[in-house]
Nanobody, 122 residues
């Protein structure tokens, strides 16, 4: 059974930083690509970034490039999303997901965490 548990969300002022964590088993991380998505109120779920066990990365929307960085710690079986220079428009529920490839498509991800809320105040 694949379990993904996100943490690290919260309330931060614009310009601040947060690091989200997704805890998964080593087996999960070896088997699947791990992705981060986000969903703002009233909007569709949006791909942020994905990483594979080998370290390959797929980046998402231009709106987060240069500010958000995905990484992993294979010894701790965790995937991270470092978010810097946060903006109010980054406010969303952030989800960790596991899929067969580092796809940008939601449909390619089979397992999802419960999500963690990130709120950026102006």
């Amino acid at each position: 059974q694949v379990q993904l548990v996100e943490s690290g969300g919260g309330l931060v002022q614009a310009g601040g930083s947060l690091r989200l964590s997704c805890a998964a088993s080593e087996r999960t991380m070896r088997t699947y690509a791990m992705g981060w998505f986000r969903q703002a109120p009233g909007k569709e779920r949006e791909f942020v970034a994905a990483i594979s066990w080998s370290g390959g990365i797929t980046n998402g929307a231009d709106s987060v490039k240069g500010r958000f960085t995905i990484s992993q710690d294979n010894t701790k079986s965790a995937v991270y999303l470092q978010m810097n220079s946060l903006k109010p428009e980054d406010t969303a529920v952030y989800y960790c997901a596991a899929g067969q490839t580092r796809s940008k498509s939601i449909d390619e991800y089979t397992y999802w965490g419960q999500g963690t809320q990130v709120t950026v105040s102006s």
